[in-house]
């Protein structure tokens, strides 16, 4: 779906107006008319598709507003409007998936246990909510099936496995007894091996590999390369790439040649709504946030249009200060 939706980006994009306009002009007075009709579609197409609405992705839930991985977290999520959940997912010493970003609890409770090394009973008995207000105090690490259960229909979550591919079966084995359908469950991970071994036990499950991006003070460039993102993610058998959103290291170009190359590409964790809207405009497929709802709102604004063809563009500009078609 999102190769489909990347490769009619592509067809648009490689059909400028201008071109349309130099084959205008140059055909007969009488067939102006149809030329221009013509030429409003393409441009009302491009405005509509060049910048369509990425997905708002809640990064550990609704996490400015509540805990970070607990279900109050992803159910106000859904209040807030995002596309999608995204949580962290670790393997339990007696083989269950919970979710929780740190290896051990002591950041979100008032205890410091190794995730890997307690049963899911141990960790069942922590408070991790008190940690972000008295409200939620009593909240528990949920399993990955309590949190697939709260995944609505229309809706996807983003599982981000924190382990290696050890998790893999029971992984499988969770989501395959989930109501969710596979492209509502995407498996993201920075462990190329997991993402790798997760499209070979599930090929029919999106899986996107993470990326973060360090400056190499010498030369200036950001590592890694365009290059070997693409190369990695397409030996891993990935679907997409989930990129650090520093405006720097992901630019138009770099969006355009992950498409190009069959990837989608998603970028995290964007709270600034600005820079928020820059990602959109490159054409990313999705944003992760700890804010959905007010990205919610920034993004759901007409995306800007762009600039009028001088001779054949009958529909004025947008003249309000942020550029956005008015309502
Ligand atoms: O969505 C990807 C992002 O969550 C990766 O970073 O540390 O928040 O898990 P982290
Ligand atoms: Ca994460």
Redesign the pocket.
């Known amino acids: 779906m999102a190769k489909r939706l990347r490769h009619k980006r592509w067809l648009i994009t490689s059909r400028t107006i201008s071109e349309s306009q130099t084959e205008a002009l140059s055909m007969c007075m009488w067939a102006r008319p149809v030329i221009l009709g013509w030429s409003i579609c393409v441009w009302l197409c491009s405005a509509s598709t060049l910048h369509a609405q990425a997905l708002i ?1 809640a ?2 839930g609704a996490s400015r507003d509540a805990p970070e991985n607990t279900l109050a977290s992803f159910t106000l999520a859904w209040e807030q409007q995002a596309d999608a959940i ?1 949580g ?1 997912f670790y393997l339990t010493r007696d083989r269950r998936i919970v979710c929780i ?1 740190d290896a051990t609890t002591e950041r979100v409770s008032s205890v410091n246990l190794p995730v890997a090394q307690c049963t899911l009973d141990d960790l069942r008995q922590l408070d991790v909510g008190s940690w972000k207000a008295a409200g939620f105090a009593g909240a528990k690490i949920p399993t990955l099936p309590e949190v697939l259960d709260c995944v609505p229909k229309s809706k996807q979550v ?1 599982i ?1 496995i ?1 382990c290696g591919p050890e998790i893999i079966p029971t992984l499988q084995t969770d989501l395959q007894a989930s109501s969710l359908q596979p492209d509502q469950t995407a498996i ?1 991970s ?1 462990n190329a091996e997991v993402i790798e071994a997760a499209k070979r036990a599930m090929p029919e499950r999106p899986a996107y590999w ?1 990326v ?1 991006f360090d400056k190499d003070e010498s030369t200036g460039r950001w590592l890694p390369t365009c290059d070997k993102v693409i190369h990695t993610a397409s030996r891993i058998g990935a679907d997409g790439v ?1 990129l ?1 959103g520093d405006v720097e290291a992901v630019d138009q170009a770099f969006v355009s040649r992950c498409g190009q190359a069959g990837l989608s590409v ?1 970028v ?2 964007i709270d600034d709504v600005r820079r928020a809207e820059q990602f959109q405009r490159l054409g990313v497929d999705s944003i ?1 946030t700890n804010r959905p709802r007010e990205l919610r709102k920034a993004l759901s604004k007409p995306s800007p249009l762009p600039a009028p063809v001088p001779t054949l563009h009958p529909v004025a500009q947008p003249t309000n200060s942020s550029g956005a078609t008015p309502r």
Do not use: M, S
């Open positions: 992705v990064h550990r995204e962290d970003h983003f981000e924190k993201i920075f993470l973060k989930d650090a998603h995290w964790t992760t």
